[in-house]
């Protein structure tokens, strides 16, 4: 990949009028506008960072120490190759230097605990529920919701989980039961049914297909129609499945 910019870190000095324009909607209450003319006047500064134009574009190859892949919104079920990269030296202090120093709506760093964890994530707005694998190792990306397992869950619920939301009967029942928008945030994927109804045998099927097709994805193979039906089928809601659960 070609990085066009340097990271600089400075002390950049604190005024009012800058505060100011970083405050919601401009406004400030009295006492902070003094609290911060007080720091302008004693000449405070802050901790920043600036970029700095290369004269000609660094070739990098990942993996890099100083570079993690980026988990923005793609489109594709189970499995996309990454294509985006984020610079991220010591743990990302230029990123959140720049977010913290930035309007009122860029403050910090969401999702911070959850990084570099393995999990599932899709788009969050979409017209179907586009779930695919994350492997371990991403920074995240606010347009790629995430969901991941909660602490001693087996691993198979993952492969569990994501076939049942790639497939179509979930995203039914996201579009016509759940939201009606084109978003499909975490709460959303939080309500949906987890499919009680497949059999111990099936789910064990479910898991190690949804295996083989993350595994071949990461290869490079495309998977066929015909994996993706019966894989789906292994999901389908009916009475007599039901009743053979029960």
């Known amino acids: ?52 134009s290369f004269d000609a574009p660094k070739r990098l190859r990942i993996p890099h120490p100083d570079y993690r892949y980026y988990n923005k919104a793609q489109p594709g079920l189970f499995y996309v190759p990454p294509r985006f990269v984020i610079f991220w030296k010591d743990d990302g202090d230029a990123v959140k230097t720049f ?4 309007s009122w709506y860029l403050h910090g ?3 911070a605990p959850f990084f570099e964890r393995e999990g599932m994530t899709w788009r969050l707005v979409s017209s179907r529920i586009d779930m695919r694998y994350l492997p371990s190792g991403y920074i995240l ?5 995430c969901a991941f ?14 076939g049942w939301c790639a497939s179509p009967q979930a995203t039914m029942l996201m ?9 499909i945030q975490s709460k959303d994927i939080e309500r949906l049914p987890y499919p ?3 059999t111990a045998s099936d789910k064990r099927e479910a898991i190690g297909m949804v295996k083989c097709i993350v595994e071949d994805a990461q ?26 659960v029960a």
């Open 196 to 198: 009680w109804w497949v």
């Open 109 to 111: 760093v969401g999702g």
């Open 219 to 244: 290869r490079g193979l495309t998977v066929q129609p015909r994996e993706l039906d019966a894989l789906f089928g292994l999901y389908d809601f009916n009475r007599k499945r039901i009743a053979q």
């Open 1 to 52: 990949f070609d990085e066009p910019y340097d990271f600089m870190f400075f002390e950049d000095l604190i005024t009012l009028k800058r505060e100011l324009g970083r405050a919601r909607l401009g406004k400030m209450s009295t006492v902070k506008q003094a609290e911060i003319a007080r720091k302008e006047q004693m000449g405070v500064t802050r901790r920043n960072v600036r970029l700095l």
């Open 149 to 162: 397992l909660r602490d001693g869950v087996e691993r198979d619920e993952l492969w569990f989980i994501l």
């Open 99 to 102: 977010k913290k120093n930035g």
């Open 175 to 183: 579009k016509s039961v759940l939201n009606h928008t084109m978003n």
């Open 141 to 145: 990306d606010s347009g790629a919701p």
